[in-house]
């Protein structure tokens, strides 16, 4: 009984990938919000965990990508999350989950303001282990003020339920061994967009495969590379090199100096894993390739990385060249979807579509065309309007399709279609098993890969490539 009493875990967090450079903001309705035991309905990563581990659920929120959070929302979660730790009773540790380049109004870096309320209510000896997402922008307060940290190996993610899992295990390693780990971080000057290291390809493969190296040395409990978010204007946002060892720092800071060299030297090697082109150029070699379901991803409206949506920019590019068999899967506005839904199925509509959102990135592009198909057939959240060759899904809400499921309920078949136009960046892994081709769009946005194009102003200065003629050392 006192072992179990000595293995009770609290478990909570506020996740949020942050973009800067969007004008929207999110509130509380962008953020689903679970409480106490409802959470735990949810925690595919708990299973096979330490059978003498009590998980006390107190309170996770998480939102898609999208601008920054709205100051009085993360005050209202912070201030949940922090009473119910305090209602959980004797804990021995703390699990949070937590994406890490989490940007608040009049606050900055959301996850140094939540580890320092968190530590204020705990206190600083119980131990606090965190996950975090590989595209985190991590802050000095945060290895501070948590014992254990870890993240995702893999872009696109995969290994989100080891990753949790992870976590628990070496906080439950730790306090049932009296280890009290320390942390080092090393942030190489260096600015990355995430479709640049995808983990399938190099350099980003062979970096993440030297996590497992830095793993095996005696001493070491974890080691992680942060990619960082590019689109989060912080003075915390770069790559990062982190590395857990059980006692000695001077090991943990020789591992993280060893990882954050190793990321240096790769710094003019980081690359698209397609071919990156202009939107004209890139419909045109699309166009030329005789196989179909040939993806194009919208990388500077890309909605996973926290772009509105709405542009319809790559809409217009398609209709005037006459494509004849392409879709756009999808664009942001609800107002085009309402008019859909006014006109029914089959109907014919005269509207605009887009830029209701971002009018900075964006702006309407009048279309007519009919109404194809509409998703629930009543009170439809998604239609598709079809306007010469070329069909626009349009979503009610800011929606990314990342799976087969996504393009089904649009009515989209990909194998049947020459051109599908997502609002990505990399493919997620169900489109790259679809895609015959791919081809990443330099289109602008918030999410513009060409990060010279976008307005830095508290990122840390030189950092590469914004400032190429430089030179750094771990």
Same mark, same amino acid.
């Given at each position: 009984?006192?072992?179990?009493a000595r293995?009770?875990?609290?478990?909570g967090g506020?996740r949020h990938?942050t973009?800067?450079f969007?004008p929207?903001?999110?509130?509380?309705?962008?953020f689903?919000?679970?409480r106490?035991?409802?959470m735990l309905?949810?925690l595919?990563?708990?299973?096979g965990i330490?059978p003498?581990i009590?998980l006390?659920?107190a309170?996770t929120?998480e939102?898609?990508p !999208?601008g920054p959070?709205?100051?009085e929302t993360?005050?209202?979660l912070k201030g949940?999350?922090?009473?119910?730790l305090?209602?959980a009773?004797?804990?021995?540790?703390?699990?949070?989950?937590?994406h890490?380049a989490?940007?608040?109004?009049?606050i900055g870096?959301?996850?140094?303001?939540l580890i320092?309320?968190i530590?204020?209510r705990?206190?600083?000896?119980i131990?606090i282990?965190a996950?975090?997402?590989l595209h985190?922008?991590?802050a000095p307060?945060?290895?501070?003020?948590?014992?254990?940290?870890t993240?995702y190996?893999?872009?696109?993610?995969?290994?989100?339920?080891?990753?949790?899992?992870?976590?628990?295990?070496h906080l439950?390693?730790c306090?049932?061994?009296?280890i009290?780990p320390?942390?080092?971080m090393?942030? @190489?000057?260096?600015?990355?967009?995430?479709?640049f290291a995808v983990?399938?390809?190099e350099?980003?493969r062979s970096?993440?495969?030297l996590?497992?190296?830095?793993d095996a040395?005696p001493?070491?409990?974890?080691s992680?590379?942060?990619?960082g978010?590019?689109w989060?204007?912080?003075p915390?946002?770069?790559t990062?090199a982190?590395?857990?060892?059980e006692s000695?720092?001077?090991l943990?800071h020789?591992?993280?100096?060893r990882?954050?060299g190793?990321?240096?030297?790769q710094r003019a090697?980081?690359?698209?894993?397609?071919?990156?082109?202009?939107?004209?150029?890139?419909?045109?070699?699309?166009?030329s390739?005789s196989?179909?379901a %040939?993806f194009?991803?919208?990388s500077?409206d890309?909605v996973?990385a926290?772009g509105?949506?709405?542009?319809p920019?790559?809409a217009a590019?398609l209709?005037a060249a006459?494509?004849?068999?392409a879709?756009?899967?999808?664009?942001?506005d609800?107002?085009?979807v309402a008019?859909c839904?006014?006109?029914?199925?089959g109907?014919r509509?005269?509207t605009t579509v887009?830029?209701?959102?971002?009018?900075?990135?964006s702006?309407?592009l009048?279309?007519?065309?009919a109404?194809i198909?509409?998703d629930?057939?009543? !009170?439809?959240t998604?239609a598709?309007l079809r306007?010469?060759?070329?069909?626009?899904a349009?979503?009610?809400?800011r929606?990314?399709?990342?799976t087969?499921?996504?393009?089904a309920?649009?009515? %989209?078949?990909?194998?049947?279609?020459?051109l599908?136009v997502?609002?990505?960046?990399?493919?997620?892994?169900?489109?790259?098993?679809?895609?015959?081709?791919?081809f990443l769009?330099l289109? @602008?946005?918030?999410?513009d890969?060409?990060?010279?194009?976008?307005?830095?102003?508290?990122?840390?200065?030189p %950092?590469?490539?914004?400032d190429d003629?430089?030179?750094?050392?771990?």
């Amino acid at each position: 009984m006192e072992e179990s009493a000595r293995m009770r875990i609290a478990i909570g967090g506020i996740r949020h990938e942050t973009n800067t450079f969007s004008p929207l903001r999110t509130g509380l309705a962008e953020f689903c919000v679970r409480r106490g035991r409802e959470m735990l309905s949810d925690l595919p990563w708990a299973e096979g965990i330490d059978p003498d581990i009590e998980l006390v659920p107190a309170l996770t929120a998480e939102a898609m990508p !999208h601008g920054p959070v709205r100051h009085e929302t993360y005050q209202q979660l912070k201030g949940e999350l922090i009473e119910r730790l305090g209602q959980a009773g004797d804990l021995a540790g703390i699990y949070l989950d937590l994406h890490g380049a989490m940007e608040v109004e009049e606050i900055g870096d959301g996850e140094s303001d939540l580890i320092g309320a968190i530590r204020a209510r705990v206190g600083p000896d119980i131990l606090i282990a965190a996950s975090l997402d590989l595209h985190a922008n991590l802050a000095p307060a945060v290895v501070a003020g948590v014992n254990i940290l870890t993240a995702y190996r893999t872009a696109p993610h995969r290994d989100q339920t080891a990753t949790r899992r992870r976590a628990v295990t070496h906080l439950a390693h730790c306090l049932r061994h009296g280890i009290r780990p320390v942390t080092a971080m090393v942030k @190489p000057p260096l600015l990355l967009p995430g479709e640049f290291a995808v983990t399938d390809i190099e350099p980003a493969r062979s970096l993440y495969r030297l996590l497992d190296t830095i793993d095996a040395v005696p001493g070491i409990l974890d080691s992680s590379l942060l990619i960082g978010c590019a689109w989060t204007d912080s003075p915390f946002t770069s790559t990062s090199a982190i590395v857990v060892a059980e006692s000695d720092r001077a090991l943990a800071h020789a591992q993280a100096v060893r990882l954050g060299g190793a990321v240096w030297e790769q710094r003019a090697h980081f690359k698209p894993e397609t071919p990156a082109l202009a939107v004209d150029e890139a419909i045109a070699a699309a166009l030329s390739l005789s196989e179909r379901a %040939i993806f194009l991803s919208d990388s500077g409206d890309n909605v996973t990385a926290g772009g509105a949506g709405d542009s319809p920019l790559v809409a217009a590019r398609l209709l005037a060249a006459q494509v004849s068999d392409a879709v756009v899967a999808g664009l942001a506005d609800a107002p085009a979807v309402a008019a859909c839904a006014r006109a029914g199925l089959g109907g014919r509509v005269s509207t605009t579509v887009g830029g209701t959102l971002d009018p900075r990135n964006s702006s309407p592009l009048p279309v007519s065309g009919a109404v194809i198909h509409l998703d629930p057939p009543r !009170h439809p959240t998604l239609a598709v309007l079809r306007a010469g060759g070329l069909d626009i899904a349009l979503t009610a809400d800011r929606r990314g399709f990342t799976t087969r499921a996504d393009l089904a309920r649009a009515g %989209i078949d990909a194998g049947t279609r020459k051109l599908i136009v997502v609002k990505l960046g990399y493919l997620f892994p169900e489109l790259r098993e679809l895609a015959s081709h791919s081809f990443l769009l330099l289109s @602008p946005g918030c999410t513009d890969l060409r990060l010279s194009a976008l307005p830095y102003e508290r990122v840390q200065r030189p %950092i590469y490539p914004l400032d190429d003629a430089m030179d750094w050392h771990p």
